[in-house]
């Protein structure tokens, strides 16, 4: 079946640097959602993108919707404490209301 | 606040016993999704619902079987339970028409409901 592989898994930064993940896969998907989950909560929805080159921002968020639609990457500058958590993307299946999601990138930013 | 509310949002019970889940999407939406999230997994599509019909399946179990009731709520049933069903179960919703205005997809989530088996 179709599979989203996410990377990194997980990674420690320091405060205030860049980090960047990266969602690929052998098929192609028509919207890709970027989600931040923390501990016990539920995903909350940080940026969509609807088109395959859209690059969309979302305060210190940047993410992209790759020209083959097989990919897309979350950009985070300036790294602050809060971005703790576990980022999921989701992409939607072409010809369908199914969303498969990426296996996660837990985020640790160091103080 | 996504708006979707889940309840409740802990429980716990005993193997074999069945359990019923509830959500109540964002006003407006018409279309309910539920997941399963094991401990430090991923998001497991488990089935989806569109103002009152089921509209697609995923990985569902045959012990478990949903609902959505012509106000929109909906119901997961999880029966015959096992330690193995433990899990963060997550309702999203989304308006679901499309109709090429792919933003009607985007899917919100609601807190959660913890359940542990004992």
């Known amino acids: 079946g179709q599979q989203l592989n996410q990377s990194p898994q997980s990674m420690f930064i320091q405060e205030g640097e860049d980090v960047s993940m990266n969602c690929t896969s052998s098929?192609?998907?028509?919207?890709w959602l970027w989600y931040k989950q923390d501990p016990g909560e539920g995903p909350v929805l940080l940026i969509a993108l609807y088109k395959a080159g859209e690059l969309t921002s979302n305060g210190r968020l940047t993410a992209q919707f790759g020209i083959t639609r097989k990919d897309s990457f979350l950009n985070i500058s300036a790294s602050i404490p809060s971005d703790v958590g576990i980022y999921f993307c989701?992409?939607?299946?072409?010809?369908?209301?199914?969303?498969?999601f990426g296996t996660g990138t837990r985020l640790k930013v160091l103080a | 606040d996504s708006g979707v509310t889940q309840t409740p949002k802990h429980l716990i019970t005993a193997t074999g016993q069945r359990v019923t889940l509830r959500c109540s999407p964002r006003?407006?939406?018409?279309?309910v999704y539920w997941y399963q999230q094991s401990l430090d997994q991923g998001l497991q599509f488990l089935i989806q619902y569109y103002n009152g019909e089921e509209r697609a399946k995923g990985n569902i179990l045959e012990r478990f079987s949903a609902q959505q009731f012509p106000d929109l709520h909906s119901e997961l049933n999880l029966s015959s339970l096992e330690l193995g069903d433990s899990a963060l179960y997550f309702c999203?919703?989304?308006?679901?028409?499309?109709?090429?205005?792919?933003?009607?997809?985007?899917?919100?989530f609601g807190p959660g409901t913890r359940l542990t088996v004992l």
């Open positions: 098929s192609i998907f028509n919207t």
């Open positions: 006003s407006g939406d018409l279309s």
């Open positions: 999203a919703s989304s308006d679901g028409t499309s109709g090429g205005r792919r933003s009607t997809d985007t899917q919100y």
């Open positions: 989701a992409g939607q299946l072409p010809g369908t209301y199914k969303y498969i």
